[in-house]
Structure formats: C-alpha cells, structure tokens
C-alpha cells in the first residue's frame, strides 16, 4: 500500500513538473522554472504564472476530485461500472453553461460561464434529491440521475439545434469536448473550494464504504448511518463533478477507469481506494494533458476527447470482464 502510495505520488510529481515545462515556448527548463519562481519581467514569467501553473493546478484538482468521486461512487454502488457523472450533475451542469453561452450571459465576464455551471449542478442534484427521496434506494438515486442526465442532454441538444448564431454553437460544442487550455488562476480560484469541500466529503466515507462491502444491514449494524452516507456522497460528487465541469467542460472516464485500474493494488477495499484514485486520476489528467500538447502541437486537441479515445477502450474491456465474471 505505502509503495503504491509513493509510487503514485512520485508520478503526480514529476508529471505536475512537466506540465509546467511542456509547451510551444522554446525555452529550456531550468528557464521556465526560474521564470516561475523568481518572476521579472518578459513574457516567460507571464506564460508560467499565468498559463502553464494554473493549467497544471486544474488537472490534479480536477483528475483528483473526478477519480475520488468515481471511488466513492463505486464502493457505494459496489458496482465498478458507476461513474461520478451517474447523478446528473455533470450534464446540468453542461447545460447551464450551454444556456449561458447562447443567451450571450457567458460574456459577461469571466466568471459568468463558470457560475452558470455551478448554477445548473446545483439545480441538477437539487432535482435528483427530489426525485430519489430522502430514504429512497440505490436504485431509486441511479433512475433519477439517469433522468436528469437525460433531460440536461435534450434540453442542450435542443438549445443547440434552435441557435440562430452559428459562433454560438461552435462555442458551446468546443467547450462540452473539455479543455484545461487558456484557463487562469481565476478559474483555479472558482473551483478550489468546491473540489476541496467536496473532496473532504467524499474522504470522509471510508469506514463507511468498507462497511457495506457487508451488506446495508450489516453496515446498520455496525453503526452505519447510510442515510447520512448517501446524502455526502451525493453532496461532495456534486460539488467535485458541477466545479470541475464549470472550469474544465465536459472530461470523462477518469472517475470510471482509475479506481478500476488501481482496485487490486488496494486489495479492493472502498476506503483505501479512494485516495488512490484521487492520486490516480490527478496522474491521469496530468498525463493526457501533457499529451494534447505534444501528440498535435499545431491543432487544438480537447482533453476530453483524449480521454474518451483512451477510457472508452478500457471501460469495454471492463464490461467484457463484468459479463465474464457472471457467466
């Protein structure tokens, strides 16, 4: 467990590093690092401070907040095909963002698009609390997200297929595709409470998603409030999904394949895998951005679609597994 733990940790590190020295400017390291730290004038500083530190701040808060909440999910679920984005909250998200975008509120200012996200998640987990009640079943929570996910989706859909400004829907589809570029520290700023308030949360259900491994009734019995488990879970995966979601667009399969990936150097318990995935997912989203600076230097390659052409893959092999394992 340490070795994982330090091994995961050495690859978070090294990767943050590279991200802040990987890119179009044809400087050397020890510049950029200097240009960081030190400051001065020129536009290196800038281009660190500005550009590449807040890039890299989002990918761990983000990859980490995503691959924690995917955990936490999945242990509660015990369902390792369960994703962060199950409860709707990352599709109303999108969708508030959406409507900003095309009603012209997202220029407003910057943080006006970021707010119209938060906005819809806050919206979107509201409605699921609703539907799933406050003593309903897993199955109850898993049907409602489902039918927000599915409204949020129609109803941006249907935004875009009435806007009448073209630039409008070329916006709003580039920004679902998910993006860490041209993001600043005002966005780091938007999102670090709600990730690390909802990561809190979700770190905070350990004992409690080790103890359902035995069953709902003999989590009651060990003194489980499942009650008041569900009710953090939902809260801090809405307050990890609906932040990242606001600042980063729409990026997917990191809460889905990095607690799969890293379950079984866990010996598959919930509470020890969700700050291995927190530190799995931060990895991730680290190395995919580095990659979509250097696979298409030239072209502007969404970081949500890296993730998908590479977690897709992977969530196909898990459900050939799954079937496997049943039959």
Known sequence: MKRL?????????????GSLVIGPAKTGIGENLVALLAGGDGPLP???????????LLAVMIGGGLGLAGAAMQGYLRNP???????????????????????????MG???LPGAALVGALAGVLLVMLLAGPRGSS?????????ISALAAALTSLVLNLSPNPFASNEIIFWMMGSLADRSMTHVSIALPFILTGG?????LGRGLDALTLGEDAAEAMGINLHRLRLTLILGT??????????????????????HILRGFVGGRPGALLWASAMG???MLLAADIAVRMVLPDRDLKLGVLTALVGAPLFLHLIYRTRRAGQ
């Open 5 to 17: 733990f330090a091994i995961l940790a050495a690859m978070m590190v090294l990767l943050f590093l």
């Open 46 to 56: 800038l281009i660190m401070r500005e550009i590449r530190l807040p890039r890299a």
């Open 81 to 107: 095909l369960a994703d962060p984005g199950l409860i709707g909250v990352s599709s109303s998200a999108a969708l508030g963002a959406v409507l900003a975008i095309q009603t012209g509120f997202a220029a």
């Open 110 to 112: 910057s943080l006006a």
């Open 139 to 147: 199955l109850t929570l898993i049907l409602a997200g489902i039918a």
């Open 200 to 204: 809190a949360m979700l770190a905070s």
């Open 238 to 259: 809405a307050a990890v999904v609906g932040a990242s979601t606001a600042v980063a667009g729409a990026i997917g399969f990191v809460g889905l394949v990095i607690p």
């Open 281 to 283: 997912g931060a990895v």
